[in-house]
């Protein structure tokens, strides 16, 4: 089965494809576009184009495990990113996802401004690394 994560943001949301037989997550992009119909129309053509089964979106739990503030907007957001595929969707903790997608960038010698355009990418691999991890 192959998966789409999704780290979504206000103004950025990463994109990230991976498998089940394989076992690992690939960034794609990073859409600049704020939640809404043109994110989950953007988000159609990449399921598109990537052939995805289902999706995974991270959610955004505080450090203690309770719901963050931004949980009822993913909910909500999901829900209707579930009607408009009517695929199955998977929640997933995203804590410490971006940390790790910005020590991945640490070291690679990209300008801020480049670090900025995959950031969320990598951080929507990590959630789904995460969630093949647990398959």
């Known amino acids: 089965m192959r998966f789409l994560a999704i780290d979504l943001g206000d103004k950025r949301t990463g994109i990230a494809v991976g498998d089940d037989e394989l076992r690992m997550a690939q960034p794609v992009c990073v859409l600049e576009i704020p939640i809404g119909e043109l994110l989950i129309n953007a988000i159609l053509k990449t399921i598109e184009e990537q052939g995805v089964d289902a999706l995974v979106i991270g959610l955004p739990l505080n450090m203690d495990g309770t719901p963050g503030q931004r949980v009822v907007i993913t909910k909500a957001f999901a829900s209707n990113l579930e009607i408009a595929t009517n695929m199955q ?13 910005e020590e991945k960038l640490s070291g690679s010698g990209k300008t801020h401004k480049q670090k900025k355009k995959i950031r969320d990418a990598l951080a929507a691999a990590e959630i789904l690394n995460d969630f093949l991890a647990q398959l």
Not at 89 to 101: G, I, P, V
């Open 89 to 101: 969707l998977y929640f997933q903790d995203e804590r410490l996802t971006s940390s790790a997608a």
